[in-house]
DNA sequence: AACTTTGGTTCAAAATTGTGAAACGAAGGC
DNA sequence: GCCTTCGTTTCACAATTTTGAACCAAAGTT
């Protein structure tokens, strides 16, 4: 399952080459482009006034734009799933009972993207939002998505992606993954100390289709100062299994 | 300002049109597609699997849907304007007052875009989602911006997207729509009156910059039984210029 | 169990297009 | 008024995209 096109299309590459560039320079005129990427001027520039002729582009004065013509793109993918719309209303209740972060995350292509967050009174605020993503082995979302993933798949994952460092406190050895996705299988819980973030921490647990697929995954996250021992390992852990279990049955019949 | 590209990339054109199809059919195989845009099956295979190699396609079994990467440019694109992390919060608030159904809209290349919403207790359930792009000329949000936009500008939008009839009640009329605007100018409120979803009223405000571009609207709508002529017509455009002040003056210091 | 259908994948030749250097033009700074 | 910077245009050629036919694999039918 190495996804390598045959006859790959240069064009479509240099295509998103373009976009993540302008993403990355956060809106750039063609020579930025151009000099970001090593092409042409010529070359950025036709690919541009394309991008901005079908409307995924903008210009404003003479600096492109990603458009938000992706946010319908983006939107579809994410509606497509049922589970958008069913985690929401348990995840908003969570926030405001507990005031603090609630993240749903799903895997595609080895890596996490998020796809709902809602902060509550309290809720610190991190780095990232809705679209983000992330490497899945240094967030307690993450590793419950792992978790629940056949290990071949999971070897593969990691063939792909590493285990790049983010804190001193990644998990960076492939044995030691191995390991911590047992407990986390054995336990219905993932945590994360620090992994991803500092000062940050985080529990997280599955969500799983009637067939035992993994769908996603739902977390609570707050300051370590504010989520001690208790309340990471009994309270969080015993409020996630009761909203994924809620989302797992109307999942089901829906 | 017709953005005609002078050496468009037809193979740039050709990728988009495959993702659309891809949306519109709901995710798809190589033939369904290749039915649809009437290519050969063998070329919109190396398109689809070139697009999958970069992530922004996944293949589940035979059939292809776009990937949630999209939601990564999309949330990009959102979160480039300060609008919508200013005007959330005020939002949230008016949906949890009011109990309806509360609008961002936002325009580009013509067209308008929701880029937030947020449903109070007895809101309807409506078609529009974040992402759902819609036509200016038959929402009030659409109108709200439309009204504070350069005229030629407004001539070229009609030039170019026509003024599609999508209930009996839409203007289709060149001339009534910029009677319309200039009423919305004088009031500072736009209304629609069933004009785009029969059942649905609706009462939206523009929100400025302080050089005074229009950088979106702002609505609140809900079903025609329950938003009669005094709530449509001084209540609820009185809240919407409270919320409109208040988020015009947080952009301006931020 | 053989046959048919459906849909995905591969291949190589033919047709078109993307590429890139250089020149041009416009805008802004010195 | 000159110089710099950056976007835009041009054009010839190399390189890519495009095609249809052939090939497979899987599912459905007789």
Redesign the interface.
Known sequence: MS???????K???T??RI?EAL?EL??AGVTAVADHLDLPKSNVH??L????????V??RGTTF????????????????RDLYDIARPEMDKIADEEGELVNLL?E??G?G?Y?YRVAGDDAVQVDA?????VHLHCTALGKAILAHLPEERVDEIITRHGLPAVTDDTITDRDELRETLADVRERGIAFDREERVEGLRCAAAPICSNTGRVLGALSISGPTTRIQDERLEEEIPSLLERATNVIELNITYS
């Open positions: 996804p390598t096109a045959r006859n790959p299309i064009s479509t590459r295509t998103f976009l993403v956060d809106g036709n690919y006034s394309t991008l901005e002729e079908a409307e995924y903008v210009k734009h990603v458009g938000i013509r992706f946010l319908e793109l983006g939107a579809h993918a994410r509606n497509r799903v595609e292509h890596r993207t796809i939002h809705v679209g983000t993503r």
